[in-house]
């Protein structure tokens, strides 16, 4: 039989979509990063190898040009070694700049390799996750990870590792340099370590919790421009803008104060650290030390000059050993959520899969719980259905009945906790995947389509069919005729976002003639025509008649109008199964059907002004 839907009002509300698990854990947000860089290590680690050359190279250089000066002080300078003193020099830091150069080639490449690694590993990844799973995450949560997540491991990658080799090798070549020069002029530059780390340890104090801050209020700031984006009709309708935009500048001062604090709680001792990572301090010290060797005859005029030049090389690296810290902190979080989202357990594939036998559902003792490994509220608690291959079966009850639940296990959006669901004689778990999901069509009350053409949207059940299929398919669904008629360009037209560009009942027609080009032999209808105007709905029921027909149906019923006609009513409450049967049989019954049927037909009675009628008798007349 054919499953028809109408267009009166809901005595009911919709159920809710399952609530969200909590979120998956995944390694340390330092594991996390270097997990993620994997499979571009060895690119890595060149670069930090050519940038550490680099350095090396960068201070020999500057040693040489030192050199270079001691011997002009000399009483009889040598003209020749202060040229070649002077064109080692130069060769030094030229290779320093090439080298560094190279460096950044190396790792920016290395991190465009990362991105589309990442992005593939993500997307396969997605692919084979519940689909239970990536419902809960949300459109936006997974558009973050994939999109700008990955591309804040840029500076991770491109930035940070060739100047974490630069800025680590450089100190130490410079202190070595120092140490051969003179030992004593060495312990005079680290003694003001202890004082520089200090300046940091002050300077990153309470990162963590100022941070969380300021990222809650940024992330605020950007959830109220969205909503003021997507809630403009509702905006311009009930509010003058004054009450969103108060909502959008409240947000937008904690945004402010929570800046301001973090940079209140850092000045004094950010000026500090500045002060004491800058060359002046690294100079006054080494030449007081350097004055005072001088003056007792144990060093040379000359050597103290190229004390002077080398000696504020290590400090001039600790500020960007800061900067560093600070871009690794900020890809920490995004390689965190990356790996949070990979570390999804995906949906297991049987070993010794098997192939549906026709179209009958049947439920068994079905246990599933939203929570943790199912330790959460059971959504059902020991479910049984058997819907023979070929009928319609009606799901009915309150809101967070479990009417959702019971459709969206069926094409394994989850796994059951305890018990087995058959398609076709078969547990789902050992039907793969795929052989599923071809097995099972879903028209949902909300449809969903691509921004792409209307053919590409519809052959999206099955890419390789062909126009006069597609074409079909459109046919059946009572979509054909707009197609060509009313779009610019038939089926070539471009839906827009979310098929924006088409009304609703031609959006519900073209998700129709997409399940209908799939050809499932199971169908569910989730109330697809709830918000269907007349005009449209009497398309759509025809519609749908035609993609039922000779099919096992499973509607989710929010009307009771819609199924009377079923084959079998299942009424659910809490998880359970509470009522079977035909429409007749129940009514008879005088059960919770029957309730609910009454409340029904008394909504239906209700109009525009009843209520005024009723409290007000002059108003008949």
Known sequence: MSATISSTSTAEKREPAPPEGPPVTGPSPGRALIGVMEPVHGRLLTSIAVAATAAVLGVAGFALVALALRELLEPVPDPATVFRLLGGALAGLLARFGLRALSFHLSHLASFELEVELRTRLAEHLARIPLGEAQRLGSGAVKKVVQDDVRALHIAVADSVPLAGFTLAQPVAALVALGLLDWRLLLAVLALGPIVMIGMRLATRDYADTRRAYDEANEAINAAVVEFVQGMPVVRTFDDGTSSFRRFATRVHAFTRATAA??????????????????????????????????????????????????????????????????????????????????????????????????????????????????????????DLDIPSGTVCALVGPSGSGKSTVARLIPRFWDVTGGEILVGGVDVRRIPAEVLLRHVSMVFQDPFLLEDTIAANIRLARPEASDAEVEAAARAAQAHDFIVSELPHGYQTRVGERGARLSGGQRQRITIARAMLAEAPIVILDEATAFADPENEAAIQDAIAELTRGRTVVVIAHRLSTVADADQIVVLDSGRVAERGTHRQLLDAGGRYARLWAHHQRARTWALGSAARAEDPAVTR
């Open 262 to 383: 973090w940079q209140e709680s850092s000045r004094s001792s950010m000026i500090f650290s500045r002060a004491m990572m800058a060359p002046l301090p690294a100079l006054v010290i080494i030449l007081a030390a350097g004055v005072w060797l001088t003056a007792s005859g144990s060093m040379s005029p000359a050597t103290l000059v190229v004390a002077l030049v080398i000696g504020t090389l290590p400090i001039e690296s600790i500020m960007p050993l800061m900067w560093l810290a600070h871009h690794i902190n900020e890809s920490k979080a995004g390689a965190a959520r990356i790996s949070a989202l990979l570390a999804i357990p995906p949906l297991p594939e049987p070993e010794r899969p098997e192939q549906p036998a026709d179209g009958s559902i049947r439920f068994r003792d079905v246990r599933f719980s939203y929570g943790p490994d199912g330790a959460g509220r059971p959504a059902l608690d020991g479910v």
